[in-house]
C-alpha cells in the first residue's frame, strides 16, 4: 500500500517538470502508477511510483514518453527516463 496518494504524486511530478524546464503535451496529461518496490539503477530497492507523460508537440521534434520515478517513502524524484538518458 503506497505511503503517498496519486494527486499529491501529480503535484511533485508537475513541480519536477517546471523545475527542470521540461515541458510535456497537457491534451495527454500525466498518468501516475504505484509500481511498488521496485530495484533501481543504483541497485537499492525502494517503493516506487512512475509518472508517464508525453512531450510538448514541437515541429522539429518527434513526441517522446517520459517517465518520472519517485520515491513513495520521502516524495523525492529520483529521475527522469527518456529514450535517450536520465535526467537528475
Known amino acids: 500500500m503506497p505511503h ?11 513541480k519536477a517538470i ?4 521540461l515541458t510535456y ?24 511510483w512512475t509518472v508517464s507523460y508525453i512531450t510538448a508537440k514541437n515541429p522539429f521534434f518527434d ?3 517520459h517517465y518520472i520515478l519517485i520515491n ?3 516524495a523525492e524524484v529520483l529521475y527522469i527516463v527518456t529514450p535517450t ?4
Open 4 to 14: 503517498l496518494n496519486e494527486q499529491t504524486i501529480l503535484q511533485i511530478a508537475e
Open 18 to 21: 517546471a523545475d527542470r524546464k
Open 25 to 48: 503535451d497537457h491534451e495527454e496529461g500525466l498518468k501516475a502508477r504505484y509500481d511498488g518496490p521496485e530495484k533501481l539503477r543504483e541497485g537499492q530497492v525502494i517503493p516506487i
Open 63 to 65: 513526441q517522446n514518453t
Open 72 to 74: 513513495d517513502n520521502n
Open 85 to 88: 538518458t536520465y535526467i537528475e
